[in-house]
């Protein structure tokens, strides 16, 4: 090897080591709250009646490509074909054949689930309610809430035609997020209005290029999404009249009835109506206290949406939406499974981290790995705490040995800086007598017990 190349090699190995754009590391701490957060949704998923399922990480492109509409094609990580692929070839063959991509991973975890469905139909009973809670990724640019691999918490009912999906879906929004303590807003449309719109502009062809362009309102304003209509080839006077549409205002009977009005001439519209009059109705009557509120510009970009469509934003933190979902009646049917309409709605974990975080909602336990830490003050002293520790961790209690006979003072300034809150001493003179010296961290007192006492003075 050349000296260049030597150094070269040198300088490679040397380099500082990251991760991909878009990815985090979590430490102990924050895995802990990550927990919390899952194992609070997962709870509250059960407590329904839906029972957990997992899928790959990876998916056949063909199961993926062309479910998530042109913007949601271009944001799909493609896999390369590896191992034997190229077995037989020459090198230049093998260099071609990698550019070759049959899988991707997974952009959500709807269409998964409903390749799943299809898959095993003969093993589900119908309505089939399921939960699934794993990671998706997407090439998007990294922003703040934005990232490029992040964890959804997915529940749907599918094989269910039944407005009742939808209520109880809204309860479980009230109930996830009452449990994490977030203030949030569901905002609630339906795309049969969305093409009952369309169709009033003239252009139910290009329904899709809408909603691509109002789901931005919020974003990048009227004036933005009517210069993207006119990108999009719809012309002046249709704009004019979905501009009153967006603007509608009073209680939500009243814009539901204004509604009724403009969409009159279009059959789809009218039903997507009536739709969100029963869901509304049956919020009412239910007295979920979740803030649900009609919002005309919500179209969620999804193709594979029919029905009602949700989104939910916290009310104290500026991020992007942090929980959304919707109806769709034939997501099956691309997988040779025809007419077996779902819902489902997906909770964004890591934004609801950000959101728990920057408002500070984390309980104080849930930040506290460990409960009870003991001193190890030498190979009888250490062996006694052992044994106790034993017991602690018998009795529920999370509990450490510091594993090194080091100075007190190094192991106290381990257990401040580890925010552990009690510490247990057992010197020559504790062992003697078969007693320790619990340490309360938090204010300073301690007391001398028996072994057998440690366990009660913690809890």
Same mark, same amino acid.
């Given at each position: 090897?050349?000296?260049?190349?030597?150094?070269?090699?040198?300088?490679?190995?040397?380099?500082?080591?990251?991760?991909?754009?878009?990815?985090?590391?979590?430490?102990?701490?924050?895995?802990?709250?990550?927990?919390?957060?899952?194992?609070?949704?997962?709870?509250?998923?059960?407590?329904?009646?839906?029972?957990?399922?997992?899928?790959?990480?990876?998916?056949?492109?063909?199961?993926?490509?062309?479910?998530?509409?042109?913007?949601?094609?271009?944001?799909?990580?493609?896999?390369?074909?590896?191992?034997?692929?190229?077995?037989?070839?020459?090198?230049?063959?093998?260099?071609?054949?990698?550019?070759?991509?049959?899988?991707?991973?997974?952009?959500?975890?709807?269409?998964?689930?409903?390749?799943?469905?299809?898959?095993?139909?003969?093993?589900?009973?119908?309505?089939?309610?399921?939960?699934?809670?794993?990671?998706?990724?997407?090439?998007?640019?990294?922003?703040?809430?934005?990232?490029?691999?992040?964890?959804?918490?997915?529940?749907?009912?599918?094989?269910?035609?039944?407005?009742?999906?939808?209520?109880?879906?809204?309860?479980?929004?009230?109930?996830?997020?009452?449990?994490?303590?977030?203030?949030?807003?569901?905002?609630?449309?339906?795309?049969?209005?969305?093409?009952?719109?369309?169709?009033?502009?003239?252009?139910?062809?290009?329904?899709?290029?809408?909603?691509?362009?109002?789901?931005?309102?919020?974003?990048?304003?009227?004036?933005?999404?009517?210069?993207?209509?006119?990108?999009? +080839?719809?012309?002046? #006077?249709?704009? =004019?009249? /979905? %501009?009153? @549409? *967006?603007?509608? !205002? +009073?209680?939500?009977? #009243?814009?539901? =009835?204004? /509604? %009724?009005? @403009? *969409?009159?001439? !279009?059959?789809?519209?009218?039903?997507?109506?009536?739709? /969100?009059?029963?869901?509304?109705?049956?919020?009412?009557?239910?007295?979920?206290?979740?803030?649900?509120?009609?919002?005309?510009?919500?179209?969620?970009?999804?193709?594979?949406?029919?029905?009602?469509?949700?989104?939910?934003?916290?009310?104290?933190?500026?991020?992007?939406?942090?929980?959304?979902?919707?109806?769709?009646?034939?997501?099956?049917?691309?997988?040779?499974?025809?007419?077996?309409?779902?819902?489902?709605?997906?909770?964004?974990?890591?934004?609801?981290?950000?959101?728990?975080?920057?408002?500070?909602?984390?309980?104080?336990?849930?930040?506290?790995?460990?409960?009870?830490?003991?001193?190890?003050?030498?190979?009888?002293?250490?062996?006694?705490?052992?044994?106790?520790?034993?017991?602690?961790?018998?009795?529920?209690?999370?509990?450490?040995?510091?594993?090194?006979?080091?100075?007190?003072?190094?192991?106290?300034?381990?257990?401040?800086?580890?925010?552990?809150?009690?510490?247990?001493?057992?010197?020559?003179?504790?062992?003697?007598?078969?007693?320790?010296?619990?340490?309360?961290?938090?204010?300073?007192?301690?007391?001398?017990?028996?072994?057998?006492?440690?366990?009660?003075?913690?809890?």
């Amino acid at each position: 090897m050349s000296i260049v190349n030597y150094q070269l090699s040198i300088k490679i190995m040397a380099q500082k080591p990251s991760i991909p754009k878009g990815t985090r590391d979590f430490s102990p701490l924050e895995t802990a709250r990550r927990s919390y957060i899952f194992d609070t949704i997962a709870e509250v998923f059960r407590n329904y009646g839906f029972a957990s399922i997992e899928t790959p990480s990876m998916e056949n492109l063909s199961t993926l490509m062309g479910k998530y509409g042109e913007e949601g094609d271009k944001l799909l990580f493609k896999i390369l074909n590896s191992g034997d692929f190229g077995s037989g070839l020459n090198d230049e063959e093998v260099r071609q054949a990698h550019r070759i991509c049959e899988k991707g991973l997974r952009y959500d975890l709807t269409v998964p689930f409903a390749r799943y469905v299809v898959q095993h139909q003969n093993e589900i009973t119908f309505p089939f309610k399921r939960y699934q809670i794993q990671p998706v990724w997407r090439a998007d640019r990294p922003q703040k809430g934005r990232y490029r691999e992040f964890y959804q918490c997915d529940v749907d009912i599918i094989g269910s035609r039944s407005l009742m999906n939808e209520v109880e879906l809204i309860s479980i929004v009230e109930r996830v997020f009452g449990k994490l303590g977030i203030n949030v807003t569901l905002k609630l449309n339906n795309r049969k209005v969305l093409y009952g719109i369309a169709e009033v502009m003239g252009h139910a062809d290009k329904m899709i290029d809408i909603t691509v362009a109002i789901d931005k309102l919020e974003k990048i304003g009227l004036d933005n999404v009517k210069a993207e209509l006119a990108e999009r +080839g719809i012309d002046a #006077e249709a704009v =004019a009249k /979905l %501009e009153p @549409i *967006l603007s509608l !205002s +009073g209680t939500t009977t #009243e814009k539901l =009835a204004q /509604l %009724e009005t @403009i *969409l009159a001439a !279009s059959e789809t519209g009218l039903k997507g109506v009536e739709e /969100l009059r029963t869901v509304f109705s049956a919020v009412e009557a239910l007295g979920i206290e979740l803030e649900v509120e009609l919002d005309l510009s919500l179209a969620r970009g999804l193709n594979y949406y029919t029905g009602a469509i949700f989104e939910v934003k916290a009310k104290e933190f500026a991020i992007g939406s942090i929980c959304g979902g919707g109806r769709y009646d034939n997501l099956t049917g691309i997988f040779g499974m025809p007419d077996v309409s779902g819902v489902g709605i997906s909770f964004g974990a890591d934004r609801i981290y950000d959101v728990m975080v920057g408002l500070e909602l984390f309980p104080a336990d849930v930040t506290c790995l460990t409960k009870v830490l003991f001193i190890n003050l030498g190979e009888a002293e250490g062996l006694a705490s052992l044994r106790c520790a034993k017991a602690l961790r018998d009795a529920g209690i999370s509990t450490e040995v510091y594993p090194d006979s080091a100075k007190m003072k190094k192991q106290m300034e381990y257990a401040n800086r580890r925010q552990i809150p009690y510490v247990v001493i057992i010197g020559s003179n504790e062992l003697a007598e078969g007693k320790a010296t619990v340490k309360n961290m938090t204010n300073g007192e301690q007391v001398c017990v028996p072994f057998e006492e440690i366990a009660s003075v913690i809890k």
